[in-house]
């Protein structure tokens, strides 16, 4: 079995914060994957492996997360809890992601930290994180912050298919949309992987691979 990888934990996270309204391709989540603590490279930098924000009105707030894959890793972050501080003090949730839960050890979560853990194909809440104050965004956080979205959008087709969504409307029926720009999918830009299975014919797939038909 190959060893789970932070790219793997990081395509977790990108389908959990993933809700659509209903009805439309509206995303109820921003995200973004390795957002800097600061653009000014004189300074001491951190880096937040990934953060989602929440745009509903009622729950608006924004998750921070540090994501780990080994128990070294972890104690390495345990010994310099000022790292995660630069970021986290922003948020107003702040969540440790492990690949196996017996990376932490009983008594070793940080006060105010939530704690998920993978659980199969999923994510699953251990230890729900404390709600926090945060202080005001700067523009300096504020720009790598942006910027991180931007790349995370850009990246996101080189790792997984976004997700289909299944739309009906009076006068066309039922149809499929990109939920990324709500072109008919399987949309080639964001949906690269189902667009590619669409265009090899019946009985292709296994030659493509190197077997007889």
């Not at 390495?76 to 995660?84: C, M, P, Q, V, Y």
Request: charged letters at 25%; a neutral charge.
């Amino acid at each position: 079995m190959n060893a789970i990888t932070e790219r793997d934990m990081l395509n977790l996270l990108l389908a959990r914060y993933n809700t659509e309204r209903r009805g439309t391709i509206a995303d109820r989540w921003v995200r973004a994957e390795h957002v800097r603590s600061s653009q000014d490279y004189r300074q001491t930098v951190s880096v937040a492996d990934f953060i989602a924000i929440d745009k509903y009105s009622s729950s608006q707030a924004m998750h921070g997360h540090e994501v780990k894959v080994s128990r070294g890793d972890w104690l390495t972050e345990l010994r310099d809890l000022a790292k995660s501080e630069r970021i986290k003090r922003y948020c107003n949730f702040w969540w440790l992601v492990v690949s196996d839960a017996s990376i932490v050890k009983d008594g070793e979560l940080p006060d105010g930290w939530g704690l998920i853990v993978k659980a199969g194909e999923k994510l699953r809440i251990k230890v729900q994180a404390a709600e926090l104050r945060p202080d005001p965004l700067c523009l300096d956080f504020l720009a790598g912050l942006t910027a991180a979205v931007q790349r995370t959008a850009y990246r996101e087709p080189l790792h997984r298919d976004v997700r289909t969504l299944h739309r009906w409307e009076q006068d066309r029926g039922y149809f499929q949309q990109c939920q990324a720009c709500g072109q008919l999918a399987p949309c080639p830009f964001h949906q690269p992987r189902a667009t590619n299975q669409e265009a090899v014919p019946t009985g292709a797939a296994s030659v493509i691979q190197g077997e007889q038909p």
